[in-house]
């Protein structure tokens, strides 16, 4: 079981940057993929970035160039450094683990972050 907790959503004007954080609880957090997801209000949920336990990272389109995903595994922390921020990136922001343990991997959700973008 792994628990995920994050920080750092809040209001940002755009252009403006803002960084989230999402700690794990376990021993074993450098084997997971770890990931963001985001929601914006009246739509699916949206994958936006993921680092494997290699420390390849991928984005989605809207956002590659302007986030940057990153990983510290001494605190098993991952982050997601955000900007140019856009009226479009306005979500709640999830971050995910992926355990490689199992097939398919078994994912953990933490409980989201709001993060804002209007000026």
């Known amino acids: 079981q792994v628990q995920l907790v994050e920080s750092g959503g809040g209001l940002v004007q755009p252009g403006g940057s803002l960084r989230l954080s999402c700690a794990a609880s376990g021993s074993i957090f450098s084997i997971y993929t770890m990931g963001w997801y985001r929601q914006a209000p009246g739509k699916q949920r949206e994958w936006v970035a993921l680092i494997t336990s290699s420390g390849r990272a991928n984005y989605v389109d809207p956002v590659r160039g302007r986030f940057t995903i990153s990983r510290d595994n001494a605190t098993s922390t991952v982050s997601l450094e955000m900007s140019s921020l856009k009226a479009e990136d306005t979500a709640v922001y999830y971050c995910?683990?992926?355990?490689?343990?199992?097939?398919?991997?078994?994912?953990?959700w933490g409980q989201g972050t709001q993060v804002t973008v209007s000026s």
């Open positions: 995910y683990a992926a355990d490689p343990r199992s097939f398919p991997p078994q994912i953990y």
